[in-house]
C-alpha cells in the first residue's frame, strides 16, 4: 500500500498535476494540503473519475484546506483538532479500511509561522501544542496511525540546504524543532529516516532566486508512523519530477510505502 502527502499550493491551479501525477504513481491514498478552495468547488467528479471514490474534504475560501482522496472507503471523519480552536482548515481525519488493515490518517496544513516574536510564530506555538495532545488522544484510539503532511519545519540541519545560514529562522527554531521532537515522543518515527537516503534530500523549493535549480531547499513535509506500523514500512520517497513542470507547486509529493 501507498500513502502520499503533498501541499498542491491550489488544487484549482494543480489539478492537471495532480491527475497526471496519480495517473503515473496510482497510490492507494492521496492527502493534499492547501486546497486553497470551499468544499463547494472541489472537483470530486474528476478525483473519482482519476480512482478516487472516496473523498475526505475541508477546504477554506482563498487559503490552507485539506483533504484524503482513497481507493478504499474512509469513514470516522474529523476535523480540525479537538480542543483548539481554529477558524482556519488546517487538519483532516480519517480511518481508511485498506488492504494492509484498518489505519488512521491525520492529514494536516501545519502553521507557517511567519517569523520568531511574531503573533503569527506565537499562534504556531499554540498550534503545535494542540496538535501534539490531539494525536496523544488518537493514538490511544488508533495505535496504527500515520501523521503526514506539509509540517513547515525542518526537523534537523539536514533537512536545509542552509542550516547555519538559517538558522533560528522560521522552520529552523529551536521552538518548532522541540515540538517535532515531541510529536515523535508519543511513538511515532519519521519514516523518510528508516531508510539510507541521498544528502540533500529535501520536499520544498522556494520560486524566487532559482531555488529549485540550485537545490535550495528544505525538507518540511512529513511522514510519521507509529510504532505498531514501523515493521511494515517499506520504502519513503521524495518524487521531484512534478516540480519541474511548468507552473508547478513549491512542494513536491512524498510517498510512504507499507
Same mark, same amino acid.
Given at each position: 500500500?501507498? &500513502? ?6 491550489? @488544487? $484549482? ?5 495532480? /491527475? ?16 486553497? @478552495?470551499?468544499? *463547494? ?34 469513514? +470516522? ?23 494492509? !488493515? ?23 506555538? !499554540? ?29 534537523? *540541519?539536514?533537512?536545509?540546504? +542552509?542550516?547555519?545560514? @538559517?538558522? +533560528? $529562522? ?7 524543532? +522541540?515540538?517535532?521532537?515531541? /510529536?515523535? !515522543? ?33 525538507? &518540511?513535509?512529513? &511522514? ?30 512524498? $510517498?510512504?510505502?507499507?
Amino acid at each position: 500500500m501507498k &500513502i502520499t502527502t503533498w501541499n498542491v499550493n491550489s @488544487l $484549482t491551479a494543480r489539478l492537471q498535476h495532480v /491527475l497526471d501525477w496519480v495517473a503515473a504513481n496510482p497510490v492507494d491514498v492521496l492527502c493534499l494540503q492547501e486546497l486553497k @478552495l470551499t468544499d *463547494d468547488k472541489f472537483p470530486l467528479e474528476a478525483i473519482r473519475e482519476a480512482g478516487y471514490p472516496h473523498c475526505a474534504v475541508f477546504g477554506q475560501k482563498t487559503y490552507n484546506g485539506v483533504a484524503i482522496l482513497s481507493r478504499t472507503p474512509v469513514r +470516522d471523519i474529523a476535523k480540525n483538532i479537538a480542543g483548539f480552536e481554529d477558524e482556519h482548515s488546517r487538519v483532516i481525519a480519517a480511518t481508511v479500511d485498506s488492504p494492509v !488493515g484498518e489505519l488512521r490518517l491525520v492529514n494536516g496544513y501545519f502553521v507557517n509561522g511567519q517569523a520568531p516574536g511574531t503573533e503569527k510564530f506565537a499562534y504556531k506555538m !499554540g498550534w503545535l501544542g494542540g496538535l501534539n495532545a490531539y494525536v496523544g488522544e488518537e493514538l490511544k484510539q488508533h495505535p496504527r496511525l500515520v501523521l503526514l503532511g506539509d509540517f513547515n519545519i525542518a526537523p534537523e *540541519d539536514r533537512d536545509s540546504w +542552509d542550516p547555519d545560514g @538559517l538558522r +533560528d $529562522t522560521i522552520h529552523h527554531t529551536r521552538e518548532e524543532r +522541540d515540538h517535532f521532537q515531541r /510529536l515523535l !515522543g508519543l511513538g511515532l518515527c519519521d519514516s523518510f529516516r528508516l531508510f539510507e537516503q541521498p544528502e540533500k534530500s529535501f520536499s520544498w523549493w522556494d520560486y524566487r532566486m532559482l531555488g529549485y535549480q540550485k537545490n535550495r531547499g528544505l525538507r &518540511i513535509d512529513h &511522514i510519521l508512523v507509529s510504532e505498531p506500523l514501523r515493521p511494515q514500512v517499506k520504502g519513503c520517497s521524495i518524487d521531484r519530477v512534478p516540480r519541474k513542470w511548468k507552473q508547478p507547486s513549491d512542494h513536491a509529493p512524498v $510517498t510512504l510505502e507499507i
